[in-house]
């Protein structure tokens, strides 16, 4: 029943994960067509977010792993080792507007080299590339499989045999004939079964059936049969339920261990997607500042040209101006560059078949959810440390690793025991026959057919009895005791690295906590000095307008507004990304964008 049962599970996980990743069709997800209309493509946070876990391949991945743990199971509850499990996850891509590319905030009017602000190849700067981390707590070193399992599943066996033999005999007194001919039939069938106590029952059913031609035979034909059951019970080695179930418990664990797996990738996408969200509207928002600063230096230069040529400026003024102009074009296209290269970063990301899709290629990506800055956590950074730890599926993932590198070493420790078996069997015997018409004497006792056989053994005539003590003992046993102490070392290793984790993450609570509240005070910053930049070049306007001042000090100050409103999107999103970030260190990221993970697995939300 444990047998057919654990197939259900199998069957139906690998159904469902079939039928969640329809590893068939790498087609988007119908969201995507719902959100394309007249071309652009209309996305908030929550609908990227959506998007992501239902059409990333990171996910994807994952999602099909879940099956992994019903094949382990299914493997331990044979009495099998598990195979282990793919613990590498992946990141999303830095994009263009990410830490390997942040927003130039300066205008291309104040550096020295205008020419080295042009965007080149975003590859050459890790922008796309995908990082990807490794989980495993041993990496490639596996832990000893330890004292040898036994094979939980039944056996059923049968064989048959026929056989003609004629045999020249060198004394007729010995079969009273000179050519010994026989046909012998045989035939049996056995059943073996172990348990997880380390037992073994083997039943087997045996029957030969003779033809003969020699004349010392009193039956022929005459049958044989056998009816013996035998059973094996280590002692030491390889005995006892918890050493023998060890690789059940571990194949639970892993079922665990993959539901956080899970769980990390969609951690790692979530986050992913809302910092390259961010990132892009950020690069929107920072395209238009550099529209309106082209716009600012165009009118510069149109009223420059008309007081040059009324003769109140002098013709240099109009030079000035004119390269203000193409400073601001520079800055505009390497806007629309970064632009356009993180749109097809993002696309790539919410998408499957990414731009081998026409209709996606060709979207224009319109985001609607704005740069919010959004207020300061109230948790203290204490509580946020013990959020983290009781929330994070990298951490707890990591402790039932360890856990099962404890359950893994008492193989090794049984490994290191003497073999010490004991063997008992009993076996009924049975002989029934044909009188041998050339026979010169007969003893009626067997007379009869393959029924009077098969009645002798059930009335057990002729029983046979045995009980047996094997013991084996290596003088040496250095190769258990070599893994034993490798394994013991690995396992303390694990446990140490379980440890790094957990400082790890305290580290990148406090440091998310830092990066949020330096962010949310440098937007404030950027906020007031962006209001006086604008009140200043108001004033230098005016001051300019009526012969006050000069197309060279319009220019600063036009170039110091573009600098002050770059620098307020790039810190609004600082603190967007830094809220997300600090959500993904206390591992509540998933709970505050309301994600099930019950419709993730299935590739809905």
Known sequence: MRQITAWIVILFSCLASAGAADTGNLGNSPRVEKLLRAGKLYLSLEEAIALGIENNLDVEFQRLNLGVAATERLRAQAGGVTRGLNYTLAEAPAGVGGPSSALLISSAAQRALPGATVSTNPLETGALGQIQSNLSLLGNVPLSSGAALPNLDPYVSARTLLQHASAPQTSSN???????????????????????????????????????????????????????????????????LRVNRRYQRIAENERQIVDLLFRQQLINTVYGVTRLYYDFVALLEDLKVKQQTLQLSEKLFTDTRAFVEEGTLASVELARANAQVFSARLDLERSRALFEEQQAVLKNVLTRSGSADPSVRSAEVIPTTPLDPGELPTPKLEELFDIALANRADISQAALQLLNGEISLEGARNAVKPQLDLVASAQNNALAGQANPVAASLDPTYLGGYGSALAQIFRRNYPTYAADIQFDLPLRNRLAQADLARDEIQVRQTGIRLQQLRNQARLEVEDAFIALSRARSAYGAAVEARRFQEESLQVEQAKFEVGASTSYLLVQFQSQVAQARSAEVATRSAVAKARAALARATGTILEQNRISIEAARQGTL
């Open 174 to 240: 010995l079969a009273g004939t000179p050519n010994l001919v026989t046909q012998n039939f045989t035939a049996g069938g056995g059943f073996r079964q172990s348990f997880a106590s380390g037992a073994q029952v083997g039943l087997n059913f045996d029957n030969f059936r003779q033809v003969t031609n020699s004349v010392r035979s009193a039956y022929s034909p005459y049958t044989t049969s056998a009816l013996s059951l035998t059973l094996t019970q280590p002692l030491l080695r390889g005995f006892g």
